[in-house]
């Protein structure tokens, strides 16, 4: 049976069909690209909030007015700041304490000694690594800016600084700190005080200054010449 112009019937009724069934293939294949969409959108944006939560913590600190970068100590640093606390007592503290080497070294050294570093990251990793090494009983870790700490109950201090904060830092420890404490500093000494020993070279030098020494002493002299460490007989 043909219908009119002299089409056949079964040929209209086909293309009828494939009218209709072409728009839901089109619907199909439309909706399967935005499925796509959203998944590629969902997984960029995890990976950039992934890499947010990673970084900011590293970042933020270098926005700071004054900043204290992470650089893991030598060996050989870690060797000389456990020398200059050769028949020392009380308790430690290392100011910007990073991974925790020095502390983990302080407290396999016999000292109880604590860590205040910015970074949340670097604190769960110390933490685990003075597990690690068995210290863990003596060795804690605290996330807090050290300028917001009071280290008046600290008998040894160890600082990694920089020269923009060494000013500043010296003046809050000489308010602080009792007279029988002692402050190691390692890559660069303070500006205005004489140290009571040193020992190592170029960016393993250590300087270690006695509290009581240096709050009788005037600025630095221009050119001095450093005392090595006392030896015990």
Same mark, same amino acid.
């Given at each position: 049976m043909e219908g009119g112009g002299g089409i056949p019937l079964e040929t209209l009724t086909e293309e009828s069909q494939s009218r209709h069934v072409l728009p839901a293939s089109l619907e199909a294949n439309s909706l399967q690209k935005s499925n796509w969409g959203f998944l590629l959108t969902g997984l960029v944006g995890g990976t950039l909030v992934a890499v947010y939560a990673v970084v900011i913590p590293f970042i933020t600190p270098a926005l700071r007015k004054v900043c204290l970068p992470f650089v893991p100590a030598t060996?050989?640093?870690?060797?000389?700041? =456990?020398?200059?606390?050769?028949? &020392?007592?009380?308790?430690?503290?290392?100011? !910007? /304490?990073?991974?925790?080497? %020095?502390?983990?070294?302080?407290?396999?050294?016999?000292?109880?000694?604590?860590?205040?570093?910015?970074?949340?990251?670097? =604190?769960?990793?110390?933490?685990? &690594?003075?597990?690690?090494?068995?210290?863990? !009983? /003596?060795?804690?870790?605290? %996330?807090?800016?050290?300028?917001?700490?009071?280290f008046s109950q600290y008998s040894n201090v160890v600082i990694f600084g920089v020269p923009q904060m060494m000013l500043q830092?010296?003046?809050?420890?000489?308010l602080e700190l009792d007279d029988d404490?002692?402050? %190691?500093?390692?890559?660069?000494?303070?500006?205005?005080?004489?140290?009571?020993?040193?020992?190592?070279?170029?960016?393993?030098?250590?300087?270690?200054?006695?509290?009581?020494?240096?709050?009788?002493?005037?600025k630095r002299p221009t050119s001095m010449h450093f005392q090595p460490p006392i030896q015990a007989s």
């Open positions: 060996t050989k640093q870690i060797e000389n700041v =456990v020398k200059m606390l050769q028949c &020392r007592r009380g308790s430690l503290v290392d100011i !910007g /304490s990073g991974d925790g080497r %020095i502390v983990i070294a302080a407290a396999k050294a016999g000292f109880t000694a604590v860590g205040y570093e910015l970074n949340p990251w670097l =604190v769960w990793y110390s933490r685990y &690594r003075a597990w690690r090494e068995g210290v863990h !009983g /003596s060795a804690r870790f605290y %996330i807090s800016d050290l300028w917001k700490v009071t830092l010296e003046k809050k420890l000489e404490a002692r402050v %190691i500093a390692c890559r660069f000494p303070f500006p205005h005080w004489t140290p009571d020993h040193v020992t190592g070279e170029g960016i393993d030098t250590v300087w270690a200054y006695d509290a009581s020494t240096f709050r009788g002493r005037a």
